[in-house]
Every structure is written in C-alpha cells, then in structure tokens.
C-alpha cells in the first residue's frame, strides 16, 4: 500500500506526518531564530524610551518592519544553503532541501517581506531604521551566507547583522546613532561570539561533512573553540564598563554586566581544559541565559 503524500516513514518505520505548509513556512523565515532578533530590537527602542512617554505604534510599526526583512533574509539563506543543508541530519527535512517547497517560492517570499520591510519602515518610522535594516539583510544574504563555504571568519561577520537589531530598535524610537547606540551594537556583537562557537563545536561533525568552513572544524579537543570563546567574553567584560566610563548607566551595570561576561569566560575556559559535551553545553546554555539577565539589569540601570 503506497503512503500518502502528507505522511512518511521514520527511522522505526513507523509513519508520520510531513510538516504541513504553516510549518514550513515557519522553518523557511526562521520565526524562532528571529523572534531574537524582535526582542532586542524591542528592547533598544525600550531603552531609548525609558523616562518619556512610550511611542506604542511607532514601535508597532518598527517591529513589523524588522520582522518582515529578517524573515525574507532568512528564505534567501536557505534558498542559497539548499545544497548544504541537504547534507545536513538536523536541517535536511527544511521545506527546500526536502523539496516541498519550490525555489521559486521561497525567493518570492524573501524578495517580497525584503523590501516590504525595508520601504515599511522608511515611510512609517524613519530613513535611518530603513538604512540599518536594508545594510543588515544585505551583510547577512550577499556577505556572511557565501562567505560560510569560504572563510572561518564568516563568524565575525555574522556577527555584525546579529548585532544591528537593537540599534535599529533604538533609531526607530527617535535616538541617533551615538554612544549608546554603538555600545547596543558591541554587546550583541562580542556575545555572539561564544555562542556561536559553542554551537559550530557541538555539531562540528556535521557542519565539515557538509563543507562550511568554521572555527572548530578539526577541533577534536575543544582547545580552540574554548580559548576562542574565552577571549571573547573578556572581549565583552572590558567592553561591558564603556557604558558607566560615558555616563549613561549606573553602578548596578559597572559591577554585574562584567560580571556575566568572566562567568562565561570560567565556562569557556573549563570547556577548553576537558573538551567535553556537556561543558561545551553550559558554555552554551550559559549564552542563552546571559542576553535576557544581560539587557534587564542594562534596563534598571541605564541612565537616559
């Protein structure tokens, strides 16, 4: 008996359902992946605001414009990561590489949220929050996506679409591109380092098999990938006291925003000693930990 063509068989052959065209469409934008990059574009437009009155539709209207380009982003990666993420196990069933989805699709769906949010935002909050989005979506598909078959140092360029959100948040609220913008950028730029490269060595294997070349491929013992990791959270512990030096936050963020960071450089640098898993996955799990607990205490303590 033929199975029908909404289901399939796994590995016990049991059968089971093939995702369904809201899922796929989910996977294809990477909601989950970007509801990280809405929150802290929320949160430099919360920043901005705190002490003066909340600006509710404008940040509608910035959420929206930033959640339509990263969503179109993220179909133009996959859409050129196809033949990569067919060899992967954890992105092989994606709706491209399994082939539920026609490329024709997913490029009209990046180009069409692409430029809806790009030109959203231009009309609805500001040219300078469209500038910020339209050079992310073009670092992150025309830069950093090719770059990941060439160079290890795709990382560091990741880094800089992933660290631009809250500064478009901050823009779309009414603030300049000043000190305090900037210190946004390189708080996401430099955490995003260590938590990266925990995720590149816990599926090294699969990212050499399928030919990107990053920082831990061939790193069996996890000493680079862990001394790596380690200089970037100290990175972020120096950059972490710019903020109280200039004056726009208190001595609550002097004392514990630093202090997140050598926590995860102890994590890194134990990681970099045993090269094991689990140490590799609390360095990890730390990261997630650390941007929440991070940007709430930046909250309390920010001087507007």
Same mark, same amino acid.
């Given at each position: 008996?033929?199975?029908?063509?909404?289901?399939?068989?796994?590995?016990?052959?049991?059968?089971?359902?093939?995702?369904?065209? @809201?899922?796929?469409?989910?996977?294809?934008?990477?909601?989950?992946?970007?509801?990280?990059?809405?929150?802290?574009?929320?949160?430099?437009?919360?920043?901005?605001?705190?002490?003066?009155?909340?600006?509710?539709?404008?940040?509608?209207?910035?959420?929206?414009?930033?959640?339509?380009?990263?969503?179109?982003?993220?179909?133009?990666?996959?859409?050129?990561?196809?033949?990569?993420?067919?060899?992967?196990?954890?992105?092989?069933?994606?709706?491209?590489?399994?082939?539920?989805?026609?490329?024709?699709?997913?490029?009209?769906?990046?180009?069409?949220?692409?430029?809806?949010?790009?030109?959203?935002?231009?009309?609805?909050?500001?040219?300078?929050?469209?500038?910020?989005?339209?050079?992310?979506?073009?670092?992150?598909?025309?830069?950093?996506?090719?770059?990941?078959?060439?160079?290890?140092?795709?990382?560091?360029?990741?880094?800089?679409?992933?660290?631009?959100?809250?500064?478009?948040?901050?823009?779309?609220?009414?603030?300049?591109?000043?000190?305090?913008?900037?210190?946004?950028?390189?708080?996401?730029?430099?955490?995003?380092?260590?938590?990266?490269?925990?995720?590149?060595?816990?599926?090294?294997?699969?990212?050499?098999?399928?030919?990107? @070349?990053?920082?831990?491929?061939?790193?069996?013992?996890?000493?680079?990938?862990?001394?790596?990791?380690?200089?970037?959270?100290?990175?972020?512990?120096?950059?972490?006291?710019?903020?109280?030096?200039?004056?726009?936050?208190?001595?609550?963020?002097?004392?514990?925003?630093?202090?997140?960071?050598?926590?995860?450089?102890?994590?890194?640098?134990?990681?970099? @000693?045993?090269?094991? @898993?689990?140490?590799?996955?609390?360095?990890?799990?730390?990261?997630?930990?650390?941007?929440?607990?991070?940007?709430?205490?930046?909250?309390?303590?920010?001087?507007?």
């Amino acid at each position: 008996m033929e199975e029908s063509e909404s289901n399939q068989k796994n590995a016990a052959g049991k059968t089971i359902p093939l995702p369904g065209l @809201r899922q796929d469409l989910m996977v294809l934008m990477k909601v989950r992946l970007n509801f990280f990059v809405l929150v802290t574009t929320f949160f430099g437009f919360l920043l901005y605001s705190r002490g003066i009155d909340m600006n509710w539709m404008r940040l509608f209207h910035t959420i929206l414009g930033t959640a339509a380009a990263a969503f179109g982003s993220a179909a133009f990666n996959q859409l050129m990561e196809v033949d990569l993420d067919a060899r992967m196990k954890r992105t092989a069933d994606r709706p491209l590489p399994s082939r539920r989805m026609d490329p024709l699709v997913a490029f009209g769906i990046g180009w069409v949220l692409s430029a809806i949010g790009i030109i959203h935002l231009a009309v609805q909050v500001g040219h300078l929050a469209a500038y910020l989005t339209a050079a992310t979506v073009a670092i992150y598909v025309f830069i950093y996506t090719p770059l990941k078959r060439l160079s290890s140092a795709n990382t560091l360029v990741g880094a800089i679409p992933g660290a631009i959100p809250p500064m478009i948040g901050w823009v779309g609220a009414g603030g300049s591109l000043g000190w305090q913008a900037w210190f946004l950028f390189g708080l996401l730029f430099f955490w995003q380092l260590p938590h990266f490269i925990a995720i590149n060595w816990l599926c090294r294997s699969e990212y050499e098999s399928a030919g990107y @070349r990053m920082w831990s491929n061939g790193d069996l013992s996890g000493q680079k990938s862990g001394r790596l990791s380690a200089v970037f959270a100290i990175a972020l512990a120096v950059f972490s006291l710019m903020p109280t030096f200039l004056g726009f936050a208190n001595l609550l963020w002097a004392i514990v925003g630093p202090m997140l960071a050598l926590l995860m450089a102890v994590l890194a640098l134990k990681f970099s @000693r045993d090269g094991e @898993r689990t140490s590799a996955r609390r360095l990890f799990l730390f990261t997630l930990l650390y941007l929440p607990v991070a940007l709430l205490v930046l909250l309390a303590a920010w001087n507007h």
